[in-house]
């Protein structure tokens, strides 16, 4: 069956000055984005989260099949909650799971088992990838390459939090089966990540670490 087609109405073509700087406009202002681990707890405006959203949503995906679901988790008690169930494994991802390389690996970030954030940041989302879809009557739809789609969306999504002006972290406890429980998602839904998304505290710091340049992560045939 041939696709339905539309013309493609939305693109725009930039002279090549223009092409130019807005490409080294949009990558000077992504390295100005850094992982932030001390919140403030001021409110996110309203509706900001919502457009940031909808960046994530704009994702290609596997066979476009948009295996992603994030949960915006705001209530107090909730986040509690995810605290709790967040450092009691990584409690035990510090004290044993962990193997020593990993822990090495670690060190220069300063991170350890307390995440006050998850309490002190005004917003929690938890992003999970579908393992599989549910049709209407019940039946199971394959999905296809879901990791990479769910790390493409949630790649814009971190990028559009720092468009608006905004700092999360990607925060990744494992395991984070307890997303599901606390967030009454279904088994089907596999924990992605859970990204901290706030406003940074007026003392934030943060590690003081340095990205690789562009010639050592490309290579051009
Ligand atoms: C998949 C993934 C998982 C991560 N998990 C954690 C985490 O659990 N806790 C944490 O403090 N940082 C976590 N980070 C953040 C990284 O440590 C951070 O991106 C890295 O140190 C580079 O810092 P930058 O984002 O400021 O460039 C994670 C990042 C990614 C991409």
Known sequence: MPAITVPLTHYREYSPDDMQQRARTFADDLHRRRTVRDFSSKAIPEGVLSDCLRAAGSAPSGAHLQPWHFVVVTDAVIRQRIREAAEAEEREFYASRAPAEWLAALEPLGTDPNKPFLETAPALIAIFGEAYGELPDGTRRKHYYVTESV?????????????????????TPSPMGF??????????????????????????????????PVEQIVSWV
């Open 179 to 212: 997303l599901n429980e606390l967030l009454g998602r279904p088994a089907r839904e596999r924990p992605f990540l859970l990204l901290v998304v706030g406003y940074p505290a007026d003392d934030a710091r943060v590690p003081d670490i340095a990205r690789k």
């Open 151 to 171: 790390g493409i969306a949630t790649g814009l999504l971190i990028a559009a939090v720092h468009n608006a002006g905004l700092v999360s972290l990607t925060h």
